[in-house]
Nanobody, 111 residues
Framework: QVQLVESGGDLVQPGGSLRLSCVAS????????MRWYRQAPGNEREWVAT???????YYSDSVKGRFAISRDNVENICYLQMNSLKPEDTAVYYC?????WGQGTQVTVSS
């Protein structure tokens, strides 16, 4: 059973930045793809970004150019750097190590 613990969510003004962290209880080097998802109230959970063990990254169109996903296989942490935040980025953000999910961290973008 892999445990994932997200942190870093906060209330931030539009245009601001946050860095989310996802600490894994197992070695990140043993998983190929790590992903971040988000879920806004009343919406389905949506995919945000993926980082593969090769270092290759993919992003949803809504965050491309503003967010950056990365992984530290030594510290077993997956990060999501979020810049130029918009109110529509408000959601609970989850990291995903198939089939495991973290508990989520709340990001609120509001003035």
């Amino acid at each position: 059973q892999v445990q994932l613990v997200e942190s870093g969510g906060d209330l931030v003004q539009p245009g601001g930045s946050l860095r989310l962290s996802c600490v894994a209880s197992e070695r990140l080097s043993s998983v190929n793809a790590m992903r971040w998802y988000r879920q806004a109230p009343g919406n389905e959970r949506e995919w945000v970004a993926t980082v593969y063990s090769s270092g290759k990254t993919y992003y949803s169109d809504s965050v491309k150019g503003r967010f950056a996903i990365s992984r530290d296989n030594v510290e077993n942490i997956c990060y999501l750097q979020m810049n130029s935040l918009k109110p529509e980025d408000t959601a609970v953000y989850y990291c995903h190590w198939p089939p495991y999910w973290g508990q989520g961290t709340q990001v609120t973008v509001s003035s």
